[in-house]
């Protein structure tokens, strides 16, 4: 695996350039990045890495209808189970992050609902929920979490699997600090930086080739909003 100071040697030999001096941001800025979803060039985003998945627990509130999601949460809450181990369904017809289908799943579109929890759905870093418990329950829900941020020389990188970390950790930062290089008016560096982020995008590529699309269950409607696991899965 790749550690904090082979990935800054290589960046570094390549940038030859003492005056950037916050390549550990830039390092961990890219893993982020990398992790919480790159647009390619076809317009897909890049899929969760397997590596960061995740659970965590959410304690509801009795007097509101959102909680926030664990400080770990980066992206795509597939799966949401209440302390009974029963799965609480995205709205019909979406995702967990269909919030306007969420609002038309639920009676009382202000929140105001109390009872048992029959609906939930994620905006922003927030769980919400209908109804709102009586008394606090824990939910646990499963996502794809932030990396471990690096910050000794012997940390290693979170998350990317071994293989294409140096690559394309590697190639975004250089690119990424040349073409700030461009900006500042040092139209040199242009070819550089079209190479690195042409190496990076090859990389990502290969890194969607290797872990594939993320496939989450299908859940069909049927008979009273009611859900079956199309078991697509499984």
Known sequence: MATLA???????????????????DRINEAVSMIAGGVRLQ??????????????????????????????????NVFLVV?????????????????????????QE??????????RVCVKGSNLYYQGIPTASENLTVHFYRKPVELADNTDEVDGI????????????????ILGEMIEAGEDSRNMGHDYHMGKFYTAMIDLVDFIGIDAEPIYMAGGNDSFTDGAICD
């Open 161 to 176: 699997p071994d293989h294409l970390q140096i690559r394309l950790i590697k190639h975004y930062v250089c690119g990424d």
């Open 6 to 24: 082979s990935l800054t040697t290589k960046i570094q030999s390549i940038i030859q350039d003492s005056s950037i001096t916050d390549i550990t």
């Open 82 to 106: 209440d302390d009974s181990g029963d799965t609480i369904q995205p709205p019909s017809g979406g995702d967990y992050y269909s919030f306007a289908l969420f609002l038309k799943a639920i």
């Open 109 to 118: 579109k202000d929140l105001s609902e109390s009872g048992s929890i029959y």
């Open 42 to 75: 076809n317009g897909q985003i890049s899929p969760p890495l397997p590596g960061l998945y995740s659970t965590g627990t959410v304690a509801t509130s009795t007097s509101a209808a959102l909680k926030a999601l664990p400080t770990t949460y980066q992206r």
